[in-house]
């Protein structure tokens, strides 16, 4: 063998050994762990929802009034109209395949009673006979959901994934204060024109049962976020709605003076899901 070919052998030799040192003392190599993201794939998400509630069920808030000597007669509201149809929520949750999510929520709405009753008595002494008294009444309250709710999403068909939904939990209700203004009402007799003053009645706070039943549809807007439009209906219990005066309560009255039959709200929502992990 000539010089020179001894020579390029014991290069490459060289090269190969010092190649196999530089290896040994290098860290081993750290690899990011492999992801797969289908759909909104699996994870935490976070959301928050804008709702309008289309109509009302048609419950009917009650009162009683009561007599010294503890005679109690209860009237119910004959006619009764919510306001304010918008809620607001937020909440988070989490996608356990690609047909299971769940996530709790808090929703808030706040509405106004504009309701009518009537009786059958007189208003006061000075009336003629064959009229009667009638009363408008006049309130607000303020109401805070908790919610967990299950969903069963049903595949998705180019972005679009249609899904069911049921949810339960608590909402705390408080009502502000609930005028009652009489007023009389003719019939086989005349009506003299008295004014009758406004009695205020101080609301009461109460926590009730709330479930509700969801359908829509969500949209993937990114891999990440997606855009959800659906129908909810939501049933809050009845419980306290206010008080009995100072008055009657000095007479011996107790309990709440006024109750409200609950709220059935059905309600076009629209918002947005975004994963977080």
């Keep these: 063998m000539s010089r020179h070919s001894v020579s390029a052998v014991l290069l490459a030799l060289g090269l190969t050994l010092a190649g196999h040192a530089a290896?040994?003392?290098?860290?081993?190599?750290?690899?990011?762990?492999?992801?797969?993201?289908?759909?909104?794939?699996?994870?935490?998400?976070?959301?928050?929802?804008?709702g309008y509630t289309g109509w009302t069920g048609d419950e009917a808030p009650s009162y009683r009034t009561f007599a010294n000597g503890g005679a109690v007669t209860?009237?119910?509201?004959?006619?009764?109209?919510?306001?304010?149809?918008?809620?607001?929520?937020?909440?988070?949750?989490?996608?356990?395949?690609?047909?299971?999510?769940?996530?709790?929520?808090?929703?808030?709405?706040?509405?106004?009673?504009?309701?009518?009753?009537?009786?059958?008595?007189?208003?006061a002494t000075g009336q003629g006979a064959g009229t009667t008294c009638g009363f408008n009444h006049k309130g607000d309250f303020r109401a805070i959901g908790v919610m967990g709710n299950l969903y069963a999403d049903l595949g998705t068909f180019a972005g679009f994934t249609p899904y069911l939904g049921g949810g339960a939990g608590v909402s705390n209700v408080q009502w502000g204060s609930v005028t009652s203004s009489p007023y009389c009402m003719a019939g086989s007799g005349t009506c003299n024109g008295?004014?009758?003053?406004?009695?205020?009645?101080?609301?009461?706070?109460?926590?009730?049962?709330?479930?509700?039943?969801?359908?829509?549809?969500?949209?993937?807007?990114?891999?990440?976020?997606?855009?959800?439009?659906?129908?909810?209906?939501?049933?809050?219990?009845?419980?306290?709605?206010?008080?009995?005066?100072?008055?009657?309560?000095?007479?011996?009255?107790?309990?709440?003076?006024g109750t409200d039959d609950g709220f059935s709200r059905h309600e076009i929502r629209a918002g947005f899901r975004l994963n977080t992990w």
């Design 23 to 50: 290896a040994t003392d290098l860290p081993p190599p750290v690899y990011a762990p492999e992801t797969s993201i289908d759909g909104f794939g699996q994870g935490w998400y976070i959301r928050g929802d804008l």
């Design 74 to 123: 209860t009237r119910t509201f004959d006619q009764s109209r919510f306001d304010k149809d918008v809620s607001y929520g937020a909440g988070a949750g989490y996608q356990f395949n690609d047909l299971i999510r769940a996530d709790a929520t808090v929703d808030i709405f706040n509405s106004n009673i504009d309701g009518h009753s009537f009786s059958n008595g007189i208003c």
């Design 194 to 257: 008295t004014a009758y003053a406004t009695t205020t009645y101080k609301g009461m706070e109460s926590w009730r049962f709330t479930y509700a039943l969801m359908a829509g549809v969500s949209y993937d807007i990114t891999p990440s976020v997606k855009f959800d439009l659906g129908y909810r209906y939501s049933n809050t219990a009845g419980g306290d709605m206010y008080e009995y005066t100072a008055a009657e309560k000095l007479a011996g009255a107790s309990g709440p003076k």
